[in-house]
């Protein structure tokens, strides 16, 4: 069995988190986003569902308002503390 893979944007305030073949392309995390980070795919992921992709990682405010409304899990933030952001470390 194959293990998920997981893809990782940088936010101005921490990462952006993203399991595409956890999605089932409803949506909400696209709806909900209040600073327009994300957009549909136009690619399928492995269960045939078209997953969000970042367009903006830098308006990201990591206000976890996308994983609050995932029903799979499949995206979530992190926040940096304050201290890690103003040293610019970036974690990768």
């Known amino acids: ?6 893809k990782r944007w940088k936010t101005k305030l921490g990462f952006l988190f993203i399991q595409e073949d956890e999605c089932k392309g409803c949506n909400f995390c696209i709806e909900f986003c209040p600073k327009k980070v994300l957009e549909r795919s136009e690619q399928f992921n492995a269960k045939g569902y ?9 308006a990201c405010v990591n206000c976890t308002f996308c994983e609050l409304v995932c029903p ?10 304050p201290e ?3 040293e610019g470390d970036n974690h990768g």
């Not at 069995?1 to 997981?6: G, K, L, P, Y």
């Not at 078209?50 to 830098?58: G, K, L, Q, S």
């Not at 799979?72 to 503390?81: G, Q, R, T």
Request: proline residues 7%; without cysteine.
């Open 84 to 86: 890690t952001v103003r």
């Open 72 to 81: 799979d899990f499949a995206i979530w933030s992190e926040k940096l503390s």
């Open 50 to 58: 078209y997953p969000p992709i970042v367009i903006d990682a830098e």
């Open 1 to 6: 069995m194959a293990t998920a893979v997981t």
